[in-house]
């Protein structure tokens, strides 16, 4: 199968197997077609985007509803990485060697974010939701047209909306776990360390791309207005799993220690 009909099946397709169809076994880099973005990913009325945005629960995940807004909003995270990776397979070039290697590496994170999809998708159907009971929003696609190579592709994606992941499913594995949902805690340590590697092959390809510069000033000039890395980062930082990732320890200090006052994420309760 060709790329480009790989990828524009996630993307364009509207129905949620479309989302999740299987890698095919053979993949043939074609002519890159650099494609207009469309303005939102094929959606059916059960997946439509809304603009209004429902609230992620701040605490009492014992509560049935609260658990499943919870998984709702993981599971709408991992529908948009997916659709943005199959776009990145649609906008960038891949005339060279390294090209390549960075579309094999978005479509092995592709892959992992549909296993994620499908796990919190079949926890919510257990728990007797089904996905799109609840509002889905765009938040990380309205990035998309921002990101006109893959190195601030990767700036955004892997480096901020990943590594931010790696925070919240780190903490929301401890909170399901303290409250004895192992399946949910099991999920969501798989997510985890998936999202290691998709961290790590950011920081992989955004060294290689770098030239002389720090890790830290090449990943700033590349982020676009108005993200910074204030959104790289959960409630609670995690360095442990950044060293994983092979973050070095000057960027990892940098963003652990960042402060732009909650302007972007807005997030000031989390100083009390
Ligand atoms: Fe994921
Ligand atoms: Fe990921």
């Known amino acids: 199968m060709l790329l480009s009909e790989y990828a524009k099946q996630i993307l364009y397709g509207e129905k949620f197997s479309d989302k999740i169809q ?18 939102t990913p094929g959606r059916d009325h059960k997946l439509q985007i809304s ?29 948009l990485a997916i659709e943005m990776m199959a776009c990145a397979l649609l906008i960038y070039p891949h005339h060279t060697p390294e090209l390549k290697k960075f579309k094999q590496g978005v479509i092995s994170s592709l892959v992992d974010e549909q296993k994620h ?33 893959p190195a601030s592709y990767l700036s955004v994606m892997a480096l901020t909306f990943e590594a931010a992941n790696l925070d919240f499913a780190f903490f929301y594995q401890n909170v399901f776990l303290e409250l004895g949902d192992k399946k949910t805690a099991d999920i969501l340590a798989t997510v985890l360390k998936d999202e290691i590697s998709h961290v790590g092959f950011g920081v992989h390809f955004l060294n290689k ?40 320890e000057d960027f990892i200090q940098k963003i652990k220690h960042f402060d732009d006052n909650f302007a972007i994420t807005k997030r000031k309760e989390w100083k009390k």
């Open 209 to 248: 791309w770098k030239e002389d510069k720090s890790l830290w000033n090449y990943y700033n000039e590349l982020l676009p207005y108005p993200l910074t890395p204030a959104r790289a980062k959960g409630k609670n930082f995690i360095e442990h799993v950044r060293k994983k990732a092979k973050m070095d």
């Open 51 to 79: 603009p209004e945005n429902i609230k992620f629960p701040k605490g009492h995940f014992h509560e049935l509803e609260k658990k499943a807004i919870a998984l709702h909003s993981f599971a709408n995270h991992e529908l």
């Open 22 to 39: 299987d890698l095919p076994e053979k993949i043939d880099f074609d002519e890159s077609c650099v494609l207009a973005l469309p303005k």
């Open 117 to 149: 999809l499908k796990l919190y998708v079949e926890r919510l159907n257990e728990l007797g939701y089904e996905f799109g009971d609840f509002k889905l929003n765009d938040f990380f696609w309205k990035y998309m047209p921002k990101l006109k190579t």
